[in-house]
């Protein structure tokens, strides 16, 4: 699940029923984003950790990225990690290069779920962008949703 101001800022990446680390490895517009391979490496390494090989959507998720090469890589590499956030910076269309704080949070009681959590600084040029985006959105201010996504889910929220 996402919200408003998460499909507003995202340029298609954080919909409804979408997967965001076959986006990520499968989009090519994902590649153009400022430490693509920072980011893909994180994911895959999460993906390892989470893995579950008696789940079919685990499954069907690891093996559509399998096609990819930076994927496979770090998948034969055996690299793991959890996923815990840092900086991150989103181009967005209208808006330009957004760098953000990435906050990433288990979902507690629904293994494989992730809720990703994007703030700005006050009285950044971010969160002056996060500020008018919300407001195209009427998005209330604090915006995390969550719901069953399919374990491998990735959830995104935007903060404004």
Request: net charge neutral; charged share 20%; proline share 8%.
């Amino acid at each position: 699940m996402t919200n408003a101001l998460a499909g507003e800022l995202s340029d298609g990446a954080f919909v409804p029923g979408a997967n965001v680390a076959t986006g990520l490895y499968l989009d090519p517009r994902r590649r153009a984003q400022p430490r693509w391979g920072e980011t893909a490496t994180a994911v895959a390494g999460w993906l390892r950790t989470s893995a579950r090989d008696d789940d079919p959507r685990s499954v069907a998720v690891r093996t559509a990225l399998m096609a990819d090469p930076h994927f496979r890589e770090v998948w034969e590499r055996h690299d793991v990690g959890p996923m815990t956030g840092g900086t991150v910076e989103h181009r967005v269309a209208g808006v330009g290069p957004l760098p953000l704080e990435l906050t990433v949070l288990e979902v507690s009681g629904s293994p494989g779920h992730l809720l990703f959590s994007y703030h700005a600084a006050d009285g950044t040029p971010s969160a002056a962008a996060l500020e008018r985006a919300r407001a195209r959105t009427s998005a209330p201010a604090a915006l995390a949703r969550v719901s069953s996504g399919g374990p491998g889910a990735v959830v995104p929220g935007f903060l404004a």
